[in-house]
């Protein structure tokens, strides 16, 4: 923007100047065509690198915006980073406690394992005892009369009153 200014200035300074002037004054007429035609192009020359620092100001001013873009994404970006590490943190460490709650599961489950185990095979060798009880009680002459499965034998009290039948 300063030099902008300057050259303006500059501008104004050399349109000011009476056009007879020159750096030697002995010319005439070629020094006033050469001095016409010099002032033709620096006037283009002028417009030129004025054009050439509005377009390199608008670069600058894109490349400034362009930076801060690029900076605002990497600070979103960084954000995001931080939030999951925080994330997997907290993953981490749920995970370990998962892990470590398994591990006294198991070793609850082992021993429970072997509770429930004890207790099937208790049942199963009472069951046992009682099958091989029933067959020897067998063998050795305890029958049921008449080979079928009869009703209890009456009790004192039933025989008395004459409740119960006989087959």
Not at 95 to 104: C, E, I, L, N
Not at 142 to 164: E, L
Request: aromatic residues 4%; hydrophobic residues 35%; glycine residues 10%.
């Amino acid at each position: 923007h300063q030099r902008r200014q300057h050259q303006q200035h500059q501008r104004r300074q050399h349109q000011h100047q009476p056009s007879g002037e020159t750096a030697s004054d002995g010319g005439g007429a070629l020094s006033d065509a050469l001095s016409d035609a010099t002032k033709k192009t620096l006037a283009h020359q002028e417009q030129l690198h004025e054009a050439i620092t509005d377009e390199l100001v608008g670069l600058a001013a894109a490349l400034k915006a362009s930076t801060l873009g690029v900076q605002q994404g990497v600070d979103r970006r960084g954000e995001l980073v931080d939030t999951t590490e925080g994330h997997l943190d907290t993953s981490t460490q749920n995970a370990r406690d998962v892990a470590q709650r398994s591990k006294r599961q198991l070793k609850r489950g082992g021993s429970t394992f072997c509770l429930t185990l004890g207790i099937l095979l208790a049942v199963g060798l009472v069951f046992t005892l009682m099958v091989v009880y029933i067959k020897f009680s067998y063998l050795l002459g305890y029958r049921a009369h008449g080979g079928r499965a009869s009703a209890p034998p009456p009790s004192r009290a039933t025989r008395q009153w004459g409740g119960a039948e006989e087959l």
